[in-house]
């Protein structure tokens, strides 16, 4: 006969699974960034959000969490900010997946998991804008100048005179995008990924 501390372990250890596996599927989705158009070339799009946000959905806000460290961990060995970049990117992960676990923890409805992740993309977005002004690009412009930086944003959008206002009319619009993307796919998904993660059987 199974105790309740057996079960409290099964479930634990599972969950430190599930949770070791989004990571490390979040890391490999972070290498298969892309270009998108209307952006400077050295900002790429990728869904490595994703798992931690389903992560946040099934397995609780910490789950959420610890995917975002264990990918940002994993790609420092192909770091080139000298782990600033990463930094940045575990900072804003946890905006977007901590508000979405939250909320939708406290209330477990369809309603609830999309606003916790509306709030979350909205909270990301905005960080985003101070991450990069004080702690990514001064990094880069250790190995670009921020003429050329400029350069990048103006020729796209020559009304953009400094980077504080690329950051809000480029990045933080883009960063957005990028949340928004990882919602829609969590919604769609979700429902079938749940019961897998938490090892119980769908109904």
């Known amino acids: 006969m199974k105790t309740n501390a057996t079960i409290r372990n099964r479930v634990n250890i599972r969950k430190m699974t599930m949770t070791a596996l989004l990571g490390a599927i979040s890391a490999v989705l972070m290498l298969f960034s892309f270009k998108v158009p209307l952006m400077p070339s050295f900002i790429s799009m990728d869904f490595s959000e994703l798992p931690a946000l389903i992560a946040a959905f099934s397995l609780g806000p910490v789950s959420g969490v610890v995917v975002c460290l264990i990918k940002n961990l994993l790609n420092l060995f192909a770091s080139q900010t000298g782990g600033v970049g990463e930094l940045s990117n575990f900072l804003l992960g946890c905006c977007f997946v ?21 709030a979350g ?36 959008n020559p009304k ?20 928004m993307c990882s919602v829609i796919v969590t919604m769609l998904v979700y429902k079938k990924l749940s019961p897998l993660l938490q090892g119980k059987t769908a109904g």
């Not at 508000?99 to 509306?118: C, D, E, F």
């Not at 953009?160 to 949340?179: C, D, H, R, S, Y």
């Open 98 to 118: 901590l508000p979405a676990g939250l909320i939708y923890r406290y209330r477990k409805t369809r309603a609830s998991a999309l606003i916790g992740a509306l």
């Open 121 to 156: 993309a909205v909270a990301m977005a905005v960080l985003s804008v101070f991450t990069n002004y004080f702690i990514v690009y001064p990094i880069y412009t250790q190995f670009m100048p921020m003429e050329a930086i400029m350069g990048m944003y103006q020729a796209i």
């Open 160 to 179: 953009v005179e400094n980077l504080w206002q690329a950051l809000w009319v480029f990045n933080m619009p883009f960063t957005f995008i990028k949340g």
